[in-house]
């Protein structure tokens, strides 16, 4: 079975530095890079753990298993 991994990576900006915004992504055994699960850049840890756009999408893409 495929093994998904959610979690809150911070962003970076264009030069590669980490930028202060914050969203929720998704990986897998199958795809190893993060997919972003929102569009916004959250401006904390937590906002972007919370944001319920993105773990509706994360639910769209996984069925039921998480
Ligand atoms: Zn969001």
Redesign the pocket.
């Known amino acids: 079975m495929e093994h998904k991994i959610i979690e809150v990576l911070e962003l970076l900006d264009p030069e590669g530095n980490n930028s202060g915004k914050w969203?929720?992504t998704i990986r897998s055994d199958e795809k190893p890079n993060p997919c972003a699960l929102?569009t916004?850049t959250?401006d904390s840890y937590e906002e972007?753990w919370n944001?319920l756009?993105?773990w509706a999408a994360a639910k769209k893409l996984s069925g039921d298993s998480i």
């Open positions: 969203r929720l929102c916004h959250h972007a944001c756009e993105a």
